[in-house]
Structures are given as C-alpha cells and as structure tokens.
C-alpha cells in the first residue's frame, strides 16, 4: 500500500486542478511597442551584473537538432524576484527561401513560487534587440569617446537592430555596415 500526497484541503494530488488561468499573450507588435530603447542599454547592463554576481540562475541551453531542417535552442533563466523565464529559439536557414525569419523565438514567464504560466510573448524581436544591445553596451562601455566612425559586419535583423542602438551611446558621424551582399548593405 502506498501513501499518496494529500493537500491542505484533503484532496489527493489527482483531484487538485490548476483552474482557469489567466495568460497574457503578446504579438511581436505588442512586444515592441513595450520596449524602451532608450532604457534598453540600462536594463542589460543591470542583467550582465547580475549575472556576473551570480545572482541569475542560467544553465547551459540544450539544443535540439533537427536533420535537414535546422534546430531549437532552450534557453531558461531566473534571478529572485522575477519571474522563471524560459526563451525558445528556433534556427531555420531555409525559412528566408520562405520569406520568413531565420531565427523564430518565443519567450514564456512563469510564476516563481507556483510555476504557474503568466505570459508567452514573440521573443523574436527580444532576441534580436537584446543581442545587438549587448554589442553596443561594449560600444558605451569600451569603446574611445571621441569615436566617430562605427562598423557593423553582417547586413542582416541584429544589423538594423545596431543602427537604431549605436547613435544612443556615441554621436558617431558614420556609421559603416559590411556585408556580403552589396545590396544588404546599402
């Protein structure tokens, strides 16, 4: 005979439900219309010292291959008082062939105390925003201050993501873009 888990109400752990919860749902749109590009820079740097301090929870991400098509990258993180935070990215180079993005993300919040679901949200503009800000929080952080000229390598979605970032942290007269393609980088 085996005992089974009971709550604090009597009932067994097969008749406990979650009941209705309440998920909020963003669109990629509703998620850049949140962002603050001016904060953006701020917000990271608190993150990446954070981090540094080991104050953030963040195991290796597992990457899941998927032959001939591409792969799908986890990506969970949690530091107290925030929410548990798990970001799905999917690699897919065919999908430009398909007029659709590369890299597809999708991020979910969690409660920390209950891991109940709060919010999925398009993590694919995140992504890109994020690490085109890290980049150029070593702009601010390293680079000369009498710096006028920057150079962004690649013409791709982090590439226009630079651009809109590296005028907030220097008064850069030119800003070059080095591509492959002419055409991408014009």
């Known amino acids: ?7 604090p109400a009597g009932k067994s752990a097969a008749e406990i439900s979650k009941g209705a919860t309440e998920i909020l749902v963003l669109s990629e749109a509703e998620v850049m219309a949140c962002i603050d590009l001016s904060q953006l820079l701020d917000v990271l740097e ?3 010292k954070a981090l540094s301090q080991g104050k953030v929870v963040n195991p290796p991400r597992p990457q899941l291959d998927i032959p001939g098509a591409g792969y799908s ?9 925030m929410n548990l935070t798990v970001k799905i990215v999917n690699v897919f180079e065919a999908n430009l062939a398909k007029n659709l993005p590369s890299h597809l993300a999708t991020i979910s ?3 920390p105390l209950s891991g109940l679901p709060v919010c999925i949200m398009d993590g694919t503009f995140i992504t890109a925003v994020r690490t085109s800000g890290s980049a150029v929080l070593s702009v601010r952080a390293l680079a000369r201050r009498d710096a006028r000229i920057a150079t962004v390598i690649g013409a791709g979605v982090q590439a226009n993501q630079h651009l809109r970032l590296l005028p907030l942290v220097r008064d850069f007269a030119e800003i070059r873009v080095a591509s492959k393609s002419f055409d991408d980088a014009a």
């Open 109 to 111: 919040l969690f409660d």
């Open 73 to 81: 990258l986890a990506m969970p993180a949690w530091m107290e008082g």
């Open 46 to 48: 608190d993150g990446f």
């Open 1 to 7: 005979m085996t005992k089974e888990a009971f709550s």
